[in-house]
């Protein structure tokens, strides 16, 4: 997706082990996201930011941090991944006007 | 806070017949109502959005209305095509306050 890059993709990750996801934007926006997709519970608010060093908490944010040092980067930690945290991730953008938010690309994370 | 319920969660029709995706909201206070796509392995795309300002609102064969007094909105999409298969997503929002509340998500099937 134009402007959104999430890194990595693909990661398979033991239990009880840190886990740092990135998102990255090229457009200079405020108002950044991060999602999880899980089957039946369609995207969950995990946490958000509204500006560098300024974030708050979704609704399922238990287990997880955030940082964001930079405008461009939104980084997502799981403390101690669990098995429950096996799930798709999505970092969005509020782009403002016509085009409200633009979601990147995905990151599947897999906690054996 | 808000809660956005998607019916129903999986959809199957003939192509060229039209479907129908409805959601009801609780807060009474959101104000915009966007209809995201999402392909497989790619992240949801906005397809068309309604604020509460309207009733109706039609881009090509994809249509939503909304009413506000029973805090339901709908997705219709006319003359079905096989590229229409995809995971639909409604979601609700208070307008400035830059958070999305998504349902649950449609698997729609188009069959030929």
């Known amino acids: 997706d134009a402007g959104i890059t999430q890194s990595p993709r693909h990661k398979v990750t033991e239990t009880g082990t840190p886990v740092t996801l990135r998102c990255h934007q090229t457009e200079n926006h405020r108002y950044m996201y991060w999602y999880r997709q899980d089957p039946g519970h369609g995207l969950r608010l995990i946490h958000y930011s509204y500006g560098v060093k300024d974030t708050d908490k979704g609704e399922v944010s238990d287990g997880y941090s955030v940082s964001r040092s930079k405008t461009e980067d939104f980084l997502l930690t799981l403390e101690s991944a669990t098995s429950s945290q096996t799930s798709v991730y999505f970092c969005?953008?509020?782009?403002?006007?016509?085009?409200?938010?633009?979601f990147g690309s995905g990151t599947r994370l897999t906690v054996v | 806070g808000e809660n956005v319920e998607q019916h129903p969660s999986t959809l199957s029709v003939q192509e060229g017949d039209s479907a129908v995706i409805k959601c009801t909201y609780s807060?009474?206070?959101?104000?915009?109502f966007p209809w995201y796509k999402q392909e497989l392995g790619k992240g949801p795309q906005l397809i068309i959005d309604i604020r509460s300002n309207v009733g109706e609102k039609k881009d090509q064969r994809i249509a939503v209305t909304l009413n506000k007094t029973a805090k339901h909105f709908s997705l219709h999409i006319t003359e079905t095509q096989p590229e229409d298969s995809a995971v639909y997503f409604c979601a609700a929002s208070i307008q400035g306050a830059q958070k999305l509340v998504f349902g649950q998500g449609t698997r729609l099937t188009i069959n030929p």
């Open positions: 969005a953008i509020f782009s403002g006007g016509n085009y409200g938010y633009t």
């Open positions: 807060d009474s206070a959101s104000n915009y």
